[in-house]
């Protein structure tokens, strides 16, 4: 079955740096664009990033641009999430997703807080 296990979040201070990544299994991983998504506290889910299935078209949400990276390895089936320069707006869960397919895991915290 389909799973996404997302990992690498934690406690960081404003100017930091944290490397999201997720671990797809159970579904066609190279022909599906993947997306990071994160929720904040008494907001709605938002979408940040997005990559093509052959990484060919990038797509970030204006707050994360010039300071998140996404990338993804096809044959190790992981998406990851580069990012620097971090705010305390950017604290959320932090979740992966692909396209077309209604599964989310557990997402991973991100805290951002002197």
């Known amino acids: 079955q389909v799973q996404l296990v997302e990992s690498g979040g934690g406690l960081v201070q404003p100017g930091g740096s944290l490397r999201l990544s997720c671990a797809a299994s159970?579904?066609?991983?190279?022909?599906?664009?993947m997306s990071w998504y994160r929720q904040a506290p008494g907001k709605e889910r938002e979408l940040v990033a997005s990559?093509?299935?052959?990484?060919?078209?990038?797509n970030y949400f204006d707050s994360v641009k010039g300071r998140f990276t996404i990338s993804r390895d096809n044959a190790k089936k992981t998406v990851s999430l580069q990012m620097n320069s971090l705010k305390p707006e950017d604290t959320a869960i932090y979740y992966c997703?692909?396209?077309?397919?209604?599964?989310w895991g557990q997402g991973t915290q991100v805290t951002v807080s002197s």
């Open positions: 997703k692909a396209r077309l397919i209604e599964y």
């Open positions: 159970g579904f066609s991983f190279s022909g599906r664009t």
């Open positions: 990559i093509s299935s052959s990484a060919s078209t990038i």
